[in-house]
């Protein structure tokens, strides 16, 4: 009897060559990291010696070992399904709401030394200035523009040209980046919960169970947020602005895109104290709908590979991969 014959059909280990073989296929390569890594290997290593009496030639007897490199596993039933919420590195908030104050105390600091350089809308008074300064600041940063407030001098010019690039520096570091890690910890968490399943349950309920993701309903929340949001700008407006009911709404909605009107901003103290909240919660929520609508994507696509891996067929070939020392 061949060396083949010897290996279980059930191996463990075969199937992450399974996995690695639909990669190829679909032309992915897997994405993993950090802990999951750990968990993966785990999920995926079999038990530690196998031995065979019966079909051993010349009465002898064969030991299959493990690769050395391989971290200990557990048994089989024992293996503990890996956690969601303990194994995705979600992204720092707190470290993200430090800069961001750091921030905006320092532009508002240069945009207060500089205010007579500044031309439009601007009220009087120390505190007002001061008003004033956060919400350029915060418009600046945002991409908005309104064009109520612009610099008046080549100071001032160099400043928000300075204040811009370093806003969007920093978007790209401590928004961007933990994004796309939230991502692809996300994606390698879900490949080893399906591994660990396919232990104890078929592949539909592995499927539900993927399908049940709560993307969509993150999804349905924020596009329910969105709406609101402009509403409660547009009472905002027409109550302390005294603006156009139609001129609000434009206004609101100019300001949660990033597009900007220059004739219909926030002008008073009062509203643009509210604005300042007001933008920093909208552009949050307008760009968690664009991480939760590719989050769904993703997922989409994941279910898509699951079932191509644990529906692959092991072939004799994946098999020799179980033999190490014959």
């Not at 001032?156 to 933990?178: D, E, I, N, Q, R």
């Not at 709560?214 to 409660?232: A, E, F, N, Q």
């Amino acid at each position: 009897m061949s060396n083949l014959q010897q290996v279980p059909a059930n191996c463990a280990s075969s199937l992450k060559f399974c996995y690695l073989m639909a990669c190829n296929d679909a032309n992915l390569e897997p994405l993993l990291s950090g802990l999951a890594d750990e968990q993966l290997a785990s999920a995926l290593v079999g038990s530690t010696n196998q031995t065979n009496n019966k079909d051993a030639p010349n009465g002898r007897r064969r030991r299959l070992h493990r690769s050395t490199s391989a971290p200990a596993a557990p048994l089989q039933n024992s293996i503990p399904p890996p956690e969601s919420n303990s194994a995705i590195r979600r992204p720092n908030t707190r470290k993200a709401v430090v800069f961001l104050a750091i921030y905006l105390g320092i532009g508002t600091i240069c945009f207060y030394a500089v205010k007579s350089q500044i031309k439009g809308m601007k009220n009087d008074g120390i505190l007002d200035g001061i008003i004033d300064s956060v919400y350029f600041c915060v418009v600046t940063m945002t991409a908005i523009g309104h064009g109520d407030l612009m610099p008046n001098s080549v100071l001032s010019k160099l400043l928000v040209c300075a204040f811009v690039l370093t806003g969007m520096a920093l978007f790209a570091l401590l928004v961007l980046a933990k994004a796309v890690d939230y991502l692809f910890n996300k994606h390698a968490v879900l490949i080893v919960k399906a591994l660990h399943t396919y232990e104890i349950a078929d592949l539909n309920g592995i499927l539900n169970e993927i399908e049940t993701s709560k993307v969509r309903y993150k999804c349905i929340k924020i596009l329910i947020s969105l709406p609101l949001l402009i509403l409660v700008s547009a009472v905002f407006q027409v109550t302390i602005d005294k603006m156009d009911v139609v001129d609000a709404i434009c206004c609101s909605c100019a300001t949660i895109t990033t597009l900007g009107c220059g004739d219909m901003s926030f002008s008073k103290s009062e509203g643009r104290i509210f604005a300042v909240y007001w933008i920093l919660i909208s552009c949050i929520s307008l760009t968690l709908l664009f991480l939760y609508v590719a989050e769904l994507n993703i997922e989409r696509r994941l279910s898509s590979l699951v079932k191509r891996v644990l529906a692959y067929k092991t072939r004799h070939e994946d098999l020799e991969t179980c033999v190490a020392d014959v």
